[in-house]
């Protein structure tokens, strides 16, 4: 079975101050993570993937199979960066097929 | 290039009655997902077509069912409603539907059932 965690459902920072969001994840095979990214009134859309190993808006992403957790991190919090972060999985095989188990997100909020 | 395309916004029916729900994917995306998301069990998996069948499902009941036309477009359906399937429903489309082919999600049909 595919399980995602995100322990915090609420985080608060201050702008400029570095912002860490955990994720941790259970799945027998071999995972693809993702972070997507809710702004306020927008559509969910994807922030990054593990497998492009890109650094999307200041934020970074590194798979860590051995502790199965894919953290979400930024140096230096902005103001824009407040939203609702979920972390998702899908099997990395191809066979899928349009499923993305979800975490129950993190509100993370910046403040002046 | 258009985004995924979700009508209508907003539903109002009544327990028992049945709802379909519409979902107009990115031109050359074949693959197309279906959400559930509600407060207590946030984003929950529905089922996926791609070339007009269905190649996967989650764990809900029968009442619930799709299908996808040749353009790509997909429709929901919810058949004798109850109060809990009152839930935020979003599509999301990919070109594959595969791990490697991101997600691309409207901004959902809102679904509130009386």
């Known amino acids: 079975a595919q399980r995602v965690t995100q322990p915090e459902k609420l985080l608060s920072v201050f702008k400029g101050a570095p912002v860490e969001l955990k994720c941790n994840y259970s799945?027998?095979?071999?995972?693809?993570l993702f972070w997507y990214v809710q702004y306020s009134r927008q559509r969910l859309q994807l922030l990054l993937r593990?497998?492009s190993r890109e650094s999307i808006k200041g934020f970074t992403a590194d798979l860590n199979k051995g502790e199965t957790s894919f953290h979400l991190k930024k140096p230096f919090a902005q103001e824009e960066d407040s939203a609702m972060y979920y972390c998702a999985l899908t099997s990395a095989g191809g066979t899928s097929y349009g499923k993305l188990t979800f975490g129950q997100g993190t509100i993370l909020t910046v403040h002046p | 290039k258009a985004g995924v395309t979700q009508t209508p916004r907003y539903l109002i029916k009544t327990r028992g009655q049945q709802v379909t729900l519409s979902c107009s994917p990115i031109s050359g995306h074949r693959s197309v997902s279906w959400y559930q998301q509600t407060p207590g069990q946030g984003l929950q998996f529905l089922f996926e077509?791609?070339?007009?069948?269905?190649?996967n499902k989650g764990n809900f009941p029968g009442r619930f069912s799709g299908r996808q036309f040749s353009n790509s477009r997909s429709e929901m359906n919810v058949s004798t409603l109850e109060l809990g399937d009152s839930a935020l429903y979003l599509c999301?489309?990919?070109?594959?539907?595969?791990?490697?082919?991101?997600?691309?999600f409207g901004n959902g049909t809102r679904l509130t059932v009386t």
């Open positions: 799945y027998s095979g071999s995972p693809e």
């Open positions: 593990h497998i």
């Open positions: 077509y791609f070339s007009e069948t269905q190649r």
């Open positions: 999301a489309s990919s070109r594959t539907g595969g791990g490697n082919s991101p997600l691309h």
